[in-house]
Structures are given as structure tokens and as C-alpha cells.
């Protein structure tokens, strides 16, 4: 964590249009992501009860704990979706 913190004050030291160009640059060297991992997010994003996200809103505004629910069906813990096979 001190590392990381000390990298921020570094980036934080640099003019603005170097911290930009450098963010930039590692952005366009970061490995790309396939097509078939940006399905599976989007179909992770999609699984288990979407009213837990709201749950989690509101918990945060009302300075609670949330009570998520997880699954519809409880039975969906276990039936991740799956990426496409390689052909």
C-alpha cells in the first residue's frame, strides 16, 4: 500500500500533460481484453439478483449493513456462465 501510495504522490508531481501522455501510454500497453472475456463480463455482470446493487445503495445512504439477497435461485450460485469454447 505505501508503494502504491508514493507512486500516486509521484504521478501527482508530474505536470498535467505528462501524468495524462503516461496514463495514456500504459492504457495502450495494457494486454487487450477478447471478445469472448467481454461477453462473459457482461453476462457475470448480469448474473445473481440485480436488486442486490440497489440494495447496496441503499444500504451505503442509510449507514446500514445491506441484506443481500445473492440468487434468485440459490441453485444459480453454482451455474457460472461459461466462456464460449475455442474453436
Known sequence: MQTSIEMA???LSLPPAARVNTIYMMREM?????KDYSDLAD?????????DRMESRRAF???RNPKFK???????????PKLKPQK
Open 9 to 11: 504522490e509521484h504521478l
Open 70 to 80: 445473492g440468487w434468485i435461485r440459490p441453485e444459480d450460485r453454482y451455474n457460472m
Open 61 to 63: 445512504a442509510e449507514k
Open 30 to 34: 495494457a494486454p487487450k481484453v477478447t
Open 43 to 51: 453476462k457475470l455482470h448480469g448474473h445473481g439478483d440485480q436488486e
